[in-house]
T-cell receptor, first 115, second 114 residues
Framework: NAGVMQNPRHLVRRRGQEARLRCSPM?????VYWYRQLPEEGLKFMVY????????ESGMPKERFSAEFPKEGPSILRIQQVVRGDSAAYFC?????????????FGPGTRLTVL | AQTVTQSQPEMSVQEAETVTLSCTYD???????LFWYKQPPSRQMILVIR??????QNATENRFSVNFQKAAKSFSLKISDSQLGDTAMYFC???????????FGTGTRLKVLA
């Protein structure tokens, strides 16, 4: 039973380029969460999606960031026109239910470096 | 707003010894869940243990156990018989206001010494 998969593990982009981060949830999980971890900090919630729906994007910057979770395929976090401040580790988590008591299982993260 | 505080940025422990990592939090919820995650150098976030606030019994998972004190809003993690593989960052987390959004502390970097 594969865990949460993320790719790529490392992504290097120049300022102004686009970054696409992919997340495949655990089998049977339809709830996906994206978190961002800046250096030497804890993870910060960005967005919560269910299949084909964005449920809560309160933690996502209003500009340049978008997320989707299509009916088929992985969830995508897209960052347009990246800037140096976007350099961080981006983690995806998934769960089988939405309630607060349901454990979120994390992927290995994508480390984005913006040159 | 809910907060999670980990006051020990770094700790070290000798192999086979016991170490306790502290975590305090603030919440207005009466029932909630608390989590400890481990992040080794590979950066993978691994669930270590979880506690349900309405359960008085402290959660235990092999060498890992918690000391949960609801009134004091304290949720410390005890690692017994420390192993070199326990070297990692440890994060305490609580869902925000009964939702699915985890709030993480800033972490404690634990180093197990041979």
């Amino acid at each position: 039973n594969a865990g949460v998969m993320q790719n790529p593990r490392h992504l290097v982009r120049r300022r102004g380029q686009e970054a696409r981060l992919r997340c495949s949830p655990m089998k049977g999980h339809s709830h996906v969460y994206w978190y961002r971890q800046l250096p030497e900090e804890g993870l910060k919630f960005m967005v919560y999606l269910q299949k084909e729906n964005i449920i809560d994007e309160s933690g996502m910057p209003k500009e340049r960031f978008s997320a989707e979770f299509p009916k088929e395929g992985p969830s995508i976090l897209r960052i347009q026109q990246v800037v140096r401040g976007d350099s961080a580790a981006y983690f995806c988590a998934s769960s089988s239910q939405r309630s607060q008591g349901t454990t979120q299982y994390f992927g290995p993260g994508t480390r984005l470096t913006v040159l | 707003a809910q907060t999670v505080t980990q006051s020990q940025p770094e700790m070290s422990v000798q192999e086979a010894e016991t170490v306790t990592l502290s975590c305090t939090y603030d919440t207005s919820e009466s029932n909630y869940y608390l989590f400890w995650y481990k992040q080794p150098p590979s950066r993978q976030m691994i669930l270590v243990i979880r506690q349900e606030a309405y359960k008085q019994q402290n959660a235990t998972e092999n060498r890992f156990s918690v000391n949960f004190q609801k009134a004091a809003k304290s949720f410390s993690l005890k690692i017994s018989d420390s192993q070199l593989g326990d070297t990692a960052m440890y994060f305490c987390a609580i869902p925000s206001s009964g939702t699915y959004k985890y709030i993480f502390g800033t972490g404690t970097r634990l180093k197990v010494l041979a």
